[in-house]
């Protein structure tokens, strides 16, 4: 049986210490899904916090009384109902999924939720001063040692550990790199620039270029983010019924 000695919360503080600001100019849209176990506590715990640059613009914690997604900023307590509404489905389909490959992950290495385990994702998109796509990136860290990567080509995935490699394989069986260099490529950076230019007197020095479509980019981009790992799970429970 593999040890794991994860520390969550250490964890998540050092994640809002890498999220550093940009004197070039650039700006970053970050997504950094956590998914956690840990001793006495009943329930595992999904905390999905949103960043621009060094911004923490929204979150939503599945343990919090609301169990909603909710704003970090005054700025965008200005968007309706029907936003906030979509923001919350998709966070909780990512709790969700990651609950799927959490359990994937204790089958592998023949463990329990006794101890400390931990998930956790990051993926998103930075554009250059110009508001032109300058790159992105997508990372799933299981339990702190086995990782999946986004190579930086958008094309191909790099694994490090043995649940990381078979995650790897479903992934590659499913085509998820096209999805995902999809929305890391269309639905991030429009959402960013929608951030960018409605909360512009907070995180711009000068105005961005006006986007042509309203919001919608920013609810694709909470919900799609949650959807990249959809085909991958439908893959996984197919496996194992008819293993089953």
């Not at 994860?6 to 004197?23: D, E, G, N, R």
């Not at 899904?33 to 599945?62: A, C, K």
């Not at 992105?136 to 339990?143: G, K, S, W």
């Not at 479509?213 to 439908?234: C, H, Q, R, S």
Request: aromatic share 12%; glycine share 4%; proline share 4%.
């Amino acid at each position: 049986m593999k040890n794991f000695e994860s520390q969550p919360l250490l964890l998540l503080f050092m994640v809002t210490l890498v999220i550093a600001k940009h004197s070039n100019g650039s700006h970053t849209l970050r997504f950094v899904s956590t998914f956690f176990s840990w001793p006495r506590h009943l329930d595992p715990q999904f905390i999905l916090l949103i960043y621009v640059d060094e911004t923490l613009i929204m979150g939503f914690n599945s343990i919090s009384e609301s169990q909603r997604m909710e704003s970090r900023v005054p700025w965008l307590n200005e968007l309706n109902a029907e936003f906030w509404e979509f923001a919350t489905q998709g966070a909780l389909k990512e709790k969700n999924l990651m609950a799927e490959i959490m359990n994937k992950l204790l089958h592998i290495y023949n463990d329990s939720m006794a101890g400390y385990h931990i998930i956790q994702e990051t993926y998103g998109c930075q554009v250059k001063q110009r508001m032109y796509f300058s790159h992105a990136f997508m990372e799933l860290v299981l339990d702190t040692h086995d990782y999946i990567t986004l190579n930086e080509d958008l094309q191909t995935w790099r694994a490090v550990g043995k649940a990381a490699e078979i995650l790897k394989e479903v992934f590659e069986k499913v085509n998820l790199v096209k999805s995902s260099r999809s929305f890391l490529l269309g639905a991030c950076v429009e959402g960013l620039l929608h951030y960018l230019n409605f909360g512009k007197k907070y995180l711009l020095r000068t105005d961005p270029p006006e986007p042509t479509i309203p919001f919608m980019p920013m609810i694709i981009a909470l919900v799609l983010g949650a959807l990249l790992m959809g085909a991958v799970m439908t893959f996984l429970i197919w496996k194992r019924r008819t293993r089953g």
